[in-house]
């Protein structure tokens, strides 16, 4: 009887440690794939329940310029469209901590961990955002990113994610054009983790909205009324993004016409970095 009671305990504490072990995941570079709402994902799993794993991949702009980055020593950078949080961030159960020193802190419920995918579930209505709904709570699926990073900053730095934070008033002319160079880092960083990842299928170049058009003989600049909404959306106002637009046509204009002998992602980072030289030069 001792006997059992002990083999009982044993299956009873060691149930207990499964139960409230934290579900983690590794540190890493984690590209989201599939994002629903909360409706979405009710009805998606109503379908097929594999529609709603972590693995399970959508297709929208969003996605490809969306991320959660866990780095060396507690640090964090999340990018989701327009929200950009960078920190520390922690394990707290069956959650991730996530803290902000200027926006503020969220925590985000684990849903389901898989080898190199996590589903994270969270309300993100707190942040300012144009494009990201705010009245439920949204499900993410990331997988990880195991692109070798060869040059810096990456993608994945806050550093040229900078012009995600959503202006609150109409900026002066040296504030929309530092905006307008953040993105232009950011757009050069991306095709540089393109071309590095050797998958380019995996990837939507029209991720990034941009008033550049990205062909593979090179890059022009798109007439305004033909610029993507949700570029001019950057900016606090339209007069803002003009402004951005014009700067944009001056470094197009004024910049040196180099030719190279590459063509496709490599020759679009060559011609995105000619216009960040050239647009670094003017006033």
Not at 101 to 130: C, M, P, R, W
Not at 179 to 186: E, G, I, K, S, T
Request: aromatic fraction near 14%; hydrophobic fraction near 35%; charged fraction near 25%.
């Amino acid at each position: 009887m001792k006997l059992l009671l002990l083999i009982i305990s044993a299956i009873f504490l060691s149930s207990c440690a499964f139960f409230g072990k934290n579900k983690e995941f590794p540190i890493g570079n984690y590209q989201v794939i599939c994002g629903y709402t909360n409706d979405g994902y009710l009805e998606a799993k109503a379908k097929d329940p594999l529609n709603i794993e972590p693995d399970a991949y959508c297709d929208h702009p969003l996605h490809y310029r969306s991320f959660l980055s866990l780095q060396d020593k507690g640090q964090f950078v999340l990018a989701i469209g327009d929200i950009l949080l960078y920190g520390k961030y922690r394990f707290e159960g069956n959650k991730i901590e996530l803290v902000d020193d200027k926006k503020g802190t969220i925590s985000l419920d684990i849903i389901q961990v898989k080898k190199n995918f996590v589903q994270l579930k969270g309300d993100f209505s707190q942040f300012n955002s144009a494009h990201l709904p705010n009245t439920e709570r949204l499900f993410l699926n990331f997988e990880l990113d195991k692109t070798p990073l060869r040059e810096q900053p990456s993608k994945f730095d806050s550093v040229v994610n900078l012009w995600r934070n959503i202006p609150t008033s109409a900026e002066n002319d040296q504030e929309v054009k530092a905006r307008a160079l953040n993105f232009l880092d950011y757009s050069i960083a991306y095709f540089q983790h393109i071309s590095n990842s050797g998958v380019h299928s995996d990837y939507k170049i029209d991720g990034i909205e941009s008033p550049i058009t990205y062909a593979q003989n090179g890059i022009v600049l798109k007439q305004w009324e033909d610029v993507p909404v949700s570029w001019k959306e950057l900016f606090y106002n339209e007069e803002n993004a003009l402004v951005a637009y014009k700067y944009l046509m001056d470094g197009f204009k004024y910049g040196e016409k180099e030719k190279y002998s590459v063509s496709g992602l490599l020759l679009i980072t060559f011609y995105l970095k000619n216009l960040r030289n050239s647009l670094s030069t003017l006033k």
